[in-house]
């Protein structure tokens, strides 16, 4: 069995587990083009595809003829051409739930960082400053937080949330009541949460329909001095009507691990707010969510070349839970 990884190796130990399973993996570099994907996965005959840092389009599905099972190593799959699996009878699969924890603990510092301003303190006294006579920042304890989305992230978010009290508003039109966390309050619409709260934070996947739904005219809805967070997926805003709300209001910051582009220009108008605080698409990238990632896209794998079995909570695409 070989799989094609499209970014760098797994972890020591997915590697360790994959090698126990007899199943090759041979990295890509990052974000390869579909003619470099196609012709290094039929250079192994590759029956997996391991996707980290890249995008795998009809192109690519339709171009390699033993492919037969692709595997997100974290769960967006945006990236990934579902429709043209399904089309072919491969399963596309996540590591679901494997590195919640990890992203929530980056919204989390992400957070933090805007609310107080870290990064551009820390500028600051590098640059020879002392900012202590004048700077004040914001207490997170108490506020409103409205989370779009709560799916195992948004759930682990909402855990690390907990000492520091507020109400807690929540859309997601796909959350049962039954499963609606105690003490939360259920929103109808984006509108409404955005009006209601604080801080924002975004862990809903990226669709058709919401792309780009973070809007000059949602962004116009919050309140004044209100932070947004995005753990989530780039393309969910509209990049430009954030620049404006940052540099005019209502926003008092933003923190931003992804981007419509990436990796962003060198010249974005962002690089020139002082109340942004940003990262590399790095929520996931922790040792220990590495290895369950790793582990969880190994397995799976196996288990499906093997066996043609398949989580089904895992699988993304229209198949049936057991298709081979």
């Given at each position: 069995m070989t799989a094609l990884i499209v970014g760098p190796l797994l972890s020591d130990a997915?590697?360790?587990?994959?090698?126990?399973?007899?199943?090759?993996?041979?990295?890509?570099?990052?974000?390869?083009?579909?003619?470099?994907?196609?012709?290094?996965?039929?250079?192994?005959?590759?029956?997996?595809?391991?996707?980290?840092?890249?995008?795998?389009?009809?192109?690519?599905?339709?171009?390699?003829?033993?492919?037969?099972?692709?595997?997100?190593?974290?769960?967006?799959?945006?990236?990934?051409?579902?429709?043209?699996?399904?089309?072919?009878?491969?399963?596309?699969?996540?590591?679901?739930?494997?590195?919640?924890?990890?992203?929530?603990?980056?919204?989390?510092?992400?957070l933090m960082s805007v609310a107080r301003s870290t990064a551009w303190l820390d500028r600051r006294v590098r640059a020879g400053h002392w900012d202590k006579p004048t700077y004040a920042g914001m207490e997170i304890t108490g506020k409103t937080v409205?989370?779009?989305?709560?799916?195992?992230?948004?759930?682990?978010?909402?855990?690390?949330?907990?000492?520091?009290?507020?109400?807690?508003?929540?859309?997601?039109?796909?959350?049962?009541?039954a499963k609606l966390p105690a003490g939360t309050i259920?929103?109808?619409?984006?509108?409404?949460?955005?009006?209601?709260?604080?801080?924002v934070s975004l862990h809903c996947p990226l669709t058709p329909d919401n792309r780009g739904f973070v809007d000059a005219a949602a962004l116009g809805a919050m309140r004044s001095g209100s932070i947004l967070l995005n753990t989530a997926r780039g393309e969910l805003i509209d990049e430009a009507a954030l620049y404006e709300a940052l540099r005019i209001g209502p926003l008092a910051g933003a923190g931003l691990d992804t981007f419509a582009s990436e990796p962003p220009a060198a010249d974005h108008p962002f690089w020139t707010l002082d109340n942004l605080v940003v990262s590399p698409h790095v929520g996931a990238n922790t040792r220990e969510a590495r290895v369950r990632v790793g582990m969880s896209v190994v397995d799976q794998i196996a288990s499906y070349l093997t066996a043609g079995t398949i989580q089904p909570r895992n699988l993304v695409n229209s198949l049936a839970a057991t298709a081979a």
């Open positions: 997915a590697m360790a587990k994959a090698a126990a399973h007899d199943l090759t993996l041979v990295p890509l570099k990052p974000y390869a083009e579909a003619g470099e994907m196609i012709a290094a996965a039929n250079s192994i005959c590759a029956q997996a595809i391991i996707v980290r840092m890249g995008v795998v389009s009809r192109a690519v599905i339709e171009s390699i003829p033993t492919l037969r099972i692709i595997a997100k190593h974290g769960v967006g799959v945006d990236g990934i051409d579902r429709d043209a699996a399904s089309s072919r009878g491969i399963p596309v699969v996540v590591a679901g739930g494997a590195n919640a924890q990890s992203v929530a603990e980056q919204a989390l510092a992400l409205g989370l779009v989305g709560l799916g195992a992230i948004g759930r682990a978010f909402l855990h690390l949330l907990a000492p520091f009290g507020g109400a807690v508003r929540i859309y997601d039109p796909y959350l049962s009541d259920r929103c109808a619409t984006v509108r409404e949460l955005l009006e209601q709260s604080d801080i």
